[in-house]
């Protein structure tokens, strides 16, 4: 059965930098789209950055461009998220995210099969 497990959220200040790691359990992610979504309290579940199984194609919410990063390193099977500049209102539980159909970057959460239990990340001013 395919795993996913986030790491690397915490508590920081405004501005301050935090890293995510997203392991996957099993190689056949490799050829997946993998993606990172959050959710706040009370809102629905966003897309914050997709990235092709190759890493050729990347894809950004507005909200977060020029500001977060994804990249996937498939010989270890995960993928991360390096938030800089970080804000308030990124304040959210992120989750990671396997898309095993598309060649393309979904921004639907119902696209993706696999998802992992997520990790919070607070921001305060």
């Known amino acids: 059965q395919v795993q996913l497990v986030e790491s690397g959220g915490g508590s920081v200040q405004a501005g301050d930098s935090l890293r995510l790691s997203c392991a996957a359990s099993?190689?056949?992610?490799?050829?997946?789209?993998m993606g990172w979504f959050r959710q706040a309290p009370g809102k629905e579940r966003e897309f914050v950055a997709g990235?092709?199984?190759?890493?050729?194609?990347?894809s950004y919410a507005d909200s977060v461009q020029g500001r977060f990063a994804i990249s996937r390193d498939n010989t270890k099977n995960t993928v991360y998220l390096q938030m800089n500049s970080l804000k308030p209102e990124d304040t959210a539980v992120y989750y990671c995210?396997?898309?095993?159909?598309?060649?393309?970057?979904?921004?639907?959460?119902?696209?993706?099969?696999?998802w992992g239990q997520g990790t919070q990340v607070t921001v305060s001013s």
């Open positions: 990235i092709s199984w190759s890493g050729g194609s990347i």
């Open positions: 099993e190689r056949t992610l490799r050829s997946s789209v």
């Open positions: 995210a396997a898309d095993t159909v598309a060649y393309t970057i979904q921004t639907m959460a119902h696209r993706y099969d696999y």
